[in-house]
């Protein structure tokens, strides 16, 4: 049971973790969409970054208090509602606000610490190799979530992008 729980962890942090990768990815398009500066546009990654920091704290608490799916339901929903909440951002800022609370603090946050917390008390052998392994989930998504979003992007438009990464985590996250 241990090993098929590890499985269903490492795949919900690989969904999870794709909520730090495509306001990077989509950078341009947001900068070109609300006539920012680069500084300005790199806003949205800086704010998921520190959402998915703190968040990492409290979704952790959270964990604790109520067990590793209080948290994981509550950052399947926070996603969704983050990515189709930012396809419909009309300003910079609201596209930063969404990022770093909804998509940041509220969701990625939730598949990484909580889930690396859990799988470290079913395993006694073999505890570091599977946290690792779960863990490494976050860091598999960089590598499937960016070219997945840049090819969206390139033909559907970011928003639309947004709006199927949204749905596709709360798919796969419930």
């Known amino acids: 049971y241990a090993w098929r729980r590890l499985a269903a962890s ?7 973790g794709g ?18 500066a680069r500084g300005g546009a790199s806003l949205p990654y800086s704010a998921t970054m520190l959402g998915f920091a703190l968040g990492g704290v409290a979704m952790g608490r959270l ?3 109520f067990g590793v799916l209080a948290p994981l339901v509550l950052g399947a929903i926070a996603l969704g509602a983050g990515y189709v909440g930012a396809a419909q951002a009309t300003a910079l800022w609201q596209f930063v606000l969404l ?19 859990d799988i470290s008390l079913w395993f006694d052998r073999r505890r570091g190799m599977a946290v690792g ?40 996250m419930l």
């Open 99 to 117: 990022q770093g609370v909804l998509i940041g603090f509220l969701g990625s946050s939730t598949g990484f610490g909580p889930l690396g917390a």
């Open 63 to 65: 964990a604790d208090r």
């Open 10 to 16: 490492r795949a919900i942090s690989t969904v999870g």
């Open 19 to 36: 909520g730090i990768w495509p306001v990077g990815v989509a950078l341009p398009a947001v900068q070109a969409e609300f006539g920012a």
């Open 133 to 172: 392994i779960c863990a490494s989930g976050n860091y598999l998504a960089g590598t499937i979530w960016p070219p997945l979003i840049q090819a969206g992007i390139d033909s559907v438009g970011w928003r639309t992008t947004y709006v199927a990464v949204g749905i596709a985590c709360v798919a796969t």
